[in-house]
């Protein structure tokens, strides 16, 4: 009777064995999975902020342009209509870049929303992933929400920065948009 008992005893122990090296292999696997996401969205993330430099920098290299196109067309004679009809031609050409600038700026929101949209999914498929092999504590439920919340303050800091910016650059765009048609207006006018 010891015997069986002893033998039945080894074998329930080699079982929850088992069952924990199962449970190691599952989080394991979870781990691999979790992190080449994470992996994959960080160098989205990376992408998207180099993207962002190239948006400024182009902006910037507008301002600068639209800068020298207004100030040849203050330098500019009254009579030189050539020089005035190609001034004219660039005032019309800045325009339609600074629309397609504004137009990589709306799209470069919308990856940033999907980006975020993923982490997002990441973490629920984490939360559902963790409860599926017993779930999790209380303080491990309420670590993740803190991260979640303070990931998700950084991101609405960042796109209420990126709102701001862009609406600056907007409202520059507009006055000097307005100056430069009232400069061919008087050009036009011979004031």
């Known amino acids: 009777?010891?015997?069986?008992?002893?033998?039945?005893?080894?074998?329930?122990?080699?079982?929850?064995?088992?069952?924990?090296?199962?449970?190691?292999?599952?989080?394991?696997?979870l781990t691999i999975v979790v992190e080449a996401d994470r992996s994959r969205i960080v160098q989205e993330e990376k992408a998207l902020d180099d993207k962002k430099?190239?948006?400024?920098s182009e902006q910037e290299r507008l301002e600068r342009e639209r800068a020298e196109l207004e100030k040849r067309l203050t330098v500019l004679s009254?009579?030189?209509?050539?020089?005035?009809?190609?001034?004219?031609?660039?005032?019309?050409?800045?325009?339609a870049e600074e629309n397609k600038i504004r137009d990589r700026a709306k799209s470069f929101e919308n990856e940033r929303t999907a980006l975020e949209a993923q982490k997002n999914k990441l973490l629920e498929k984490l939360s559902?992933?963790?409860?599926?092999?017993?779930?999790?504590?209380?303080?491990?439920?309420e670590d993740l929400v803190a991260r979640r919340e303070k990931d998700l303050a950084k991101r609405e800091?960042?796109?209420?920065?990126k709102e701001q910016e862009i609406s600056k650059i907007h409202d520059r765009s507009l006055a000097r948009l307005k100056?430069?048609?009232?400069?061919?207006?008087?050009?036009?006018?011979?004031r």
């Not at 015997?3 to 696997?29: H, Q, Y």
């Not at 559902?128 to 439920?141: E, F, I, S």
């Not at 100056?179 to 011979?190: F, M, S, T, Y």
């Open 1 to 29: 009777m010891v015997a069986l008992v002893f033998a039945f005893g080894n074998l329930r122990c080699s079982k929850t064995g088992e069952r924990d090296a199962e449970d190691r292999g599952g989080v394991e696997d």
């Open 53 to 56: 430099k190239a948006v400024e």
């Open 78 to 95: 009254k009579k030189d209509r050539k020089q005035r009809e190609k001034l004219e031609a660039d005032a019309r050409r800045l325009e």
């Open 179 to 190: 100056e430069l048609d009232k400069l061919i207006d008087d050009l036009k006018a011979g």
């Open 157 to 161: 800091a960042k796109l209420a920065e």
């Open 128 to 141: 559902q992933m963790g409860q599926a092999k017993g779930g999790l504590t209380v303080a491990q439920r």
